[in-house]
């Protein structure tokens, strides 16, 4: 079965310090792995697509990086505005749909 | 652009009622996907529609919940005899797609979602 675990569940930094949250998934043929910001009450925006081992992408002070197992997202300095629900998704190479299967987030707050 | 419009942002029913959660996609966007959110919880998928069809309904827990498009556009999803554990904020997205046969490879854009509380 197609599974995204995302550590930690929350994360607590204060302005500056730099951190990375993870995403270990386990999926039948990785067609794309996803990363969305969600503040509250508001629904997920995307941030990045990624879909080879070794590839990644940057915006601002955030870089995600992927593997054949799992997908990190580096903080660098981060600021109080990157506060948010950060969430990661699979696509399947099997899907003929394209639907996105979720991890259950990471919680930011960061402290000014 | 305008972005995947919901409505109504927050709906509170009673118990046993039905209730009726809209979605207008971006224009020109043919898949549709209609997600669930649960205190706590990831993203559930419930349903995509590719056009007016719905090829994968997997993710509808009962036959309580339905759902249709019109004119490969708006999509209306249904919850009959409302539940609480049906509480929850219900999301819609869509996506462009390309190519025959279908790229999958373009993110989903999501909307701001329905909060629904049954109480």
């Known amino acids: 079965e197609d599974q995204v675990t995302q550590s930690p569940e929350a994360l607590r930094l204060q302005e500056g310090e730099s951190s990375s949250l993870n995403c270990s998934y386990t999926?039948?043929?990785?067609?794309?792995l996803f990363w969305y910001r969600q503040d509250p009450g508001k629904g997920p925006e995307f941030l990045f697509t990624l879909y080879s081992a070794g590839e990644e992408k940057e915006k601002e002070r955030l870089k995600a990086t992927l593997t054949k197992k799992e997908s990190f997202l580096h903080i660098t300095a981060p600021k109080p505005e990157d506060s948010a629900t950060y969430l990661c998704?699979?696509?399947?190479?099997?899907?003929?749909?394209?639907?996105?299967?979720f991890g259950q987030g990471t919680t930011l707050q960061v402290k000014p | 652009g305008a972005g995947v419009s919901q409505s109504p942002s927050n709906k509170v029913t009673e118990k046993g009622k039905d209730v009726e959660l809209r979605c207008d996609p971006i224009s020109g966007h043919t898949a549709l996907y209609w997600y669930r959110q649960s205190l706590g919880q990831g993203l559930e998928f419930l349903i995509y529609f590719q056009g007016n069809s719905a090829p994968d309904k997997s993710g509808l827990p009962s036959d309580r919940f339905s759902a249709e498009r019109t004119g490969g556009s708006v999509s209306t999803l249904t919850i009959q005899r409302t539940q609480q554990e049906d509480s929850a904020v219900y999301l819609c997205?869509?996506?462009?797609?390309?190519?025959?046969?279908?790229?999958?490879?373009?993110?989903?854009?999501f909307g701001n979602g329905t909060r629904l509380t049954v109480t």
């Open positions: 997205a869509s996506s462009s797609l390309v190519g025959e046969p279908i790229v999958f490879n373009s993110p989903l854009h």
């Open positions: 998704a699979v696509q399947a190479r099997s899907s003929n749909t394209g639907k996105l299967i």
């Open positions: 999926v039948s043929g990785l067609r794309g």
